[in-house]
């Protein structure tokens, strides 16, 4: 069974705040897909990361980082700096080798106030 | 195309009447995917295209939901006998989804928002 928790569902900062989105999955699978998709008000996902099992390696791009600690089972996601551009509902989502099929968390939504 | 397109953007009909929600993958794409997002919610998955057979159509609400593809690229979802709880934005989405390149990043149209009155 495949499940994805998004614990935050809203959050609200100001302008140039760090925040920082949760994401705990479960999974019995040894090889597996972690996602992050973010959901501007113009309502199209669009893709942020993709991460695999076996690469535990943190990343950077631009303000947006992201922490897989397969330990905790939790892949999270960090805006530094944030923007009002920002604001949006952002998605983690797993899936398992060959099952093609994403699991979405329920969202968290971003409100970067300026 | 540079995208994944659907059409209508929007669809308003009527409780009891057939649907039909259309997209178009991005071209090359031979893995497709439906899913649906009601109000305030996250992405629940519906159906799953690799190449024109659909091995996965687990997802599907009820009977009323069918959804086919043809030549590997325009895909339609159609519901039958709409109700108010059909009321959605459904997504679709497309990926590279073939051997190693599987589980490979799936990109989204902007959805058909469905409104049953």
């Known amino acids: 069974a495949q499940k994805v928790t998004q614990a935050q569902t809203e959050i609200s900062v100001v302008e140039k705040e760090d925040v920082t989105l949760d994401c705990v999955y479960e999974?019995?699978?040894?090889?597996?897909?972690l996602f992050w998709y973010k959901q501007p008000p113009s309502g199209e996902l669009v893709f942020l990361i993709r991460?695999?099992?076996?690469?535990?390696q943190n990343e950077i791009s631009g303000r947006y980082s992201w922490n897989f600690q397969k330990s905790t089972s939790s892949f999270n996601f960090t805006i530094t700096a944030s923007q009002v551009v920002d604001s949006a509902v952002y998605f983690c989502?797993?899936?398992?080798?060959?099952?093609?099929?994403?699991?979405f968390g329920a969202g968290t939504t971003v409100t970067v106030r300026a | 195309g540079a995208g994944v397109s659907q059409s209508p953007s929007n669809k308003v009909t009527e409780k009891g009447k057939d649907v039909e929600l259309r997209c178009d993958p991005i071209?090359?794409?031979?893995?497709l995917y439906w899913y649906r997002q009601r109000l305030g919610q996250g992405l629940e998955f519906l159906i799953y295209?690799?190449?024109?057979?659909?091995?996965?159509k687990s997802g599907l609400p009820s009977d009323r939901f069918s959804a086919e593809r043809t030549g590997e690229s325009v895909s339609t979802l159609t519901i039958q006998r709409t109700q108010q709880e059909d009321s959605a934005v459904y997504l679709c989405?497309?990926?590279?989804?073939?051997?190693?390149?599987?589980?490979?990043?799936?990109?989204f149209g902007q959805g058909t928002r469905l409104t049953v009155v």
């Open positions: 999974t019995r699978d040894t090889t597996y897909y």
């Open positions: 989405a497309s990926s590279l989804g073939v051997g190693e390149s599987m589980n490979t990043e799936a990109f």
């Open positions: 989502a797993l899936s398992e080798a060959g099952d093609y099929k994403l699991s």
């Open positions: 071209s090359g794409h031979t893995a």
């Open positions: 295209f690799q190449g024109n057979s659909a091995p996965d």
């Open positions: 991460r695999n099992s076996f690469d535990e």
